[in-house]
């Protein structure tokens, strides 16, 4: 637990409060004087690392974000990756982020977990399909967000390569964000492959980031 609170720059008062326990409790588990602390105490202390340092604009988690991608061509591609502390509908998901569901596949309150945003002209032209199941972080449930895209096409070829190289993993939902309107091979994929299908309607880039900050 030290080791990670000095990772996060976090002193133990400012954990203890996020976490609304006494900061001697911090000190006791790392100190030892108290026996090891249960599974739920650890989950809520690494969600209060994250909030903190998100609060602090995301000052440490970029760079555990390259280890987890090593030096991979994915980590160039790859604009934003986050879990969430509590799952989302598709439905509360896509109103978040200003999106409107193309294909709906039946999923609006399908649960995720997270996102993961790519720039999908260097996903396409640069990294290598066996690279893709890194996009997943933590969990398959999640949305995989694509930027600068025109119509549409090639992420969701690059989905169906993902699938193929992948034994049938899929995102939970996928989310273009740049197209006024999706591609008609595009539907046609999300419908045949069952894959929730949506285009965010967010103004640039950076006020799709903005909005997705904002889900907790």
């Known amino acids: 637990m030290k080791r990670w609170r000095e990772t996060f720059r976090i002193s133990q008062i400012e954990i203890a409060q996020k976490m609304r326990v006494s900061s001697s409790v911090i000190s006791d588990y790392e100190s030892g004087r108290r026996k090891s602390p249960g599974a739920r105490f650890i989950k809520k202390f690494v969600n209060s690392l994250i909030e903190v340092d998100i609060e602090r604009g995301r000052e440490v988690l970029p760079s555990l974000l390259r280890i987890i991608l090593g030096g991979s061509r994915l980590y160039e591609a790859v604009i934003d990756m986050r879990e969430f502390l509590k799952p989302i509908s598709v439905e509360d998901f896509c109103n978040k982020i200003k999106a409107e569901l193309v294909v709906s596949a039946g999923a609006e309150s399908t649960l995720i977990f997270g996102y993961t945003v790519v720039d999908s002209i260097k996903l396409v032209l640069e990294v290598p399909s066996y690279e893709y199941i890194r996009l997943y972080g933590a969990t398959t449930q999640r949305a995989a967000i694509f930027t600068r895209v025109t119509f549409g096409r090639s992420p969701m070829v690059a989905i169906k390569a993902m699938q193929a190289g992948m034994g049938g993993l899929r995102p939970a939902l996928v ?5 006024t309107r999706t591609d008609r091979l595009a539907e ?3 419908k045949k492959e069952s894959i929730p299908l949506a285009i965010s309607r967010a103004s640039s880039v950076e006020e799709l ?4 900050k904002k889900i907790r």
């Open 175 to 179: 989310v273009m964000h740049g197209p």
């Open 209 to 212: 980031l903005e909005l997705l």
């Open 188 to 190: 046609t994929i999300a």
